[in-house]
DNA sequence: CTCGATGATTTGTA
DNA sequence: TACAAATCATCGAG
């Protein structure tokens, strides 16, 4: 505690304080250098240090420069001002100090009067940049309103996760983080991006059937295609069910009545699985594509127990409380149509 | 301009 | 603290 005392003259100010520290901590007041690109430096790193948003960043920083220049500019013309006039009334003084005794005490008093006219000018000043910077900030950090896109790439990688994650699209930290980088995306906005397609993908799931084809098929695919090398390296292929119990962690919905016309799933989008792979994307690619064929949501009855965190023994990480005002429930697989694509 | 999509933030919860 | 849900604010197409 007490580090960083009031160097200035002025103590019982905590407004003041509270803006000096504002425009140091935003690189505004402190050097007048290079100096200043220490808060937009701390800024960016706390952005979490991928250079990807310098752009955005470097027309801050003109900006914010501007406002410092302008400020310093000010700061030191109030400065002047001030000696000035206080030379000035000082010779006042001194003139009149012919005509009639004027004690020091008067004259300290004076220029007591004077600095704290200006020092008051000096926190108008203080204050109106500390609103500039605040609007800067918003205008240009606050990523709400200036938001943008993520690149197609970034998009695909991250649905490609979703979709072949699906029955736990709860991405692991680390897993976050290679998403981010791989995206080129920050991991909170990594985290964003799950969150929000979590809770829309469960809102309306027919909306993202679509997608969740396509995705659900190019994994499928992909899965397939290294199983199928990794076989014809070795042939030892001899599953007699394809997946059937290996994958614990892997639970079907089907309860009871939950029938499901597997072969009628779209027969293209995936001849892959015969294949047999007990990879957990290929296993949760198939359940997606079983998922949609039978019904969307795992809207068995009994799990009241929905902990969003840790999934469970359903597999149904979209509980069975949606009320779905999804489209028609009967439309089912038969939406599927039109999709021979390859 | 409207409107749906979408990234980010806020709020409440366990 | 991570998440769900609601909400905000912008984007981008029509």
Redesign the pocket.
């Known amino acids: 505690m007490s580090i960083r005392g009031a160097q200035e003259e002025d103590p019982p100010d905590p407004q003041l304080m509270r803006l000096d520290n504002m425009l140091l901590a935003e690189g505004v007041s402190g050097p007048e250098k290079g100096g200043g690109s220490a808060a937009a430096a701390a800024a960016a790193a706390a952005s979490g240090g991928s250079s990807d948003n310098s752009i955005e960043h470097s027309d801050y920083r003109a900006k914010l420069t501007q406002i410092r220049q302008i400020y310093h500019t000010e700061l030191e013309k109030y400065e002047q001002a001030c000696n000035e006039f206080t030379t000035h009334v000082m010779n006042l003084l001194r003139e009149q100090s012919r005509t009639r005794p004027i004690s020091p005490k008067e004259i300290e008093r004076m220029v007591g009067i004077i600095h704290r006219k200006f020092s008051s000018i000096q926190m108008q000043l203080k204050q109106s940049t500390c609103e500039a910077v605040m609007i800067l900030r918003s205008r240009f950090l606050?990523?709400?309103?200036?938001?943008?896109?993520?690149s197609k790439q970034a998009?695909e990688i991250l649905n490609e996760y979703f979709y072949s994650h699906l029955s736990n699209p709860?991405p692991s930290?680390e897993a976050k983080e290679e998403l981010a980088k791989k995206c080129s995306?920050?991991v909170?906005?990594v985290?964003?991006?799950?969150?929000?397609?979590?809770?829309?993908y469960?809102?309306n799931i027919g909306?993202f059937q679509e997608e969740a084809n396509l995705y659900a098929a190019k994994t499928a695919v992909t899965a397939a295609h290294a199983v199928a090398a990794a076989v014809q390296n070795n042939q030892t292929n001899s599953p007699t069910t394809p997946n059937s119990g290996s994958s614990g962690s892997f639970n079907l919905p089907n309860s009871g009545d939950m029938f499901m016309n597997m072969q009628s799933l779209n027969g293209d989008s995936y001849q892959g699985s015969q294949v047999g792979a007990n990879v957990q994307s290929q296993v949760d690619t198939l359940r997606h594509v079983i998922n949609q064929t039978g019904g969307y949501n795992d809207g068995l009855g009994g799990n009241s127990l929905y902990?969003?965190?840790n999934l469970n023994a359903n597999g149904g990480?979209q509980?069975a409380?949606t009320p779905s005002s999804v489209t028609s429930p009967t439309e089912g697989p038969g939406s599927v149509h039109s999709d021979t694509s390859n």
Do not use: C, L
Request: charged residues 40%; proline residues 3%; aromatic residues 14%.
């Open positions: 606050d990523a709400r309103r200036k938001r943008r896109n993520f998009t709860y930290e995306i920050t909170s906005q985290s964003n991006w799950f969150g929000n397609k979590r809770i829309r469960k809102k909306k902990s969003p965190h990480w509980d409380t």
